[in-house]
């Protein structure tokens, strides 16, 4: 399986602002979404074929309160209300992960808040095509 991670603060982000001011997070900072219904972040992923991957997103919720999102695979959305649930603090990361088909190239990956807490801080999304990984059998 091939893992490739898309950056959050590199992505297309729509009612959202990049920051860095809560550890923890991988490259040089994470999303914070507004506070609001429809704010989202899209990634553009490549896929080396058409096939089953495992999307993970990492994220933080210092809030006590759950805060969904639809995820949505070129434009369809694959996954409605995935809790991203309070993490403890804002530097306490968790990830959370579905699995999709991804088409062979060019695809993208919605992450979109759907309430009125916008979403979680977002650092990144891991891409694992093929599955999951595991011992051959030789
Ligand atoms: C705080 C926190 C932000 C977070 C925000 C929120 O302001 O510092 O990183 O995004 O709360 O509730 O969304």
Redo the contacts with the bound molecule.
Sequence with gaps: ATTTAYQAENATITNGAV?S??AGYTGTGFV??D?ATGSSVQWSVTAAATGSATLSIKFAN??VTNRPMDIAVNGTTVASGVAFNGTGA?TTWQETSLTATLNAGANTVRATATTA??GP?VDKLTVVEGGTTGPSMA
């Design positions: 920051e001011n809560h914070n979404y506070n210092g809030a804002w807490g916008g801080n």
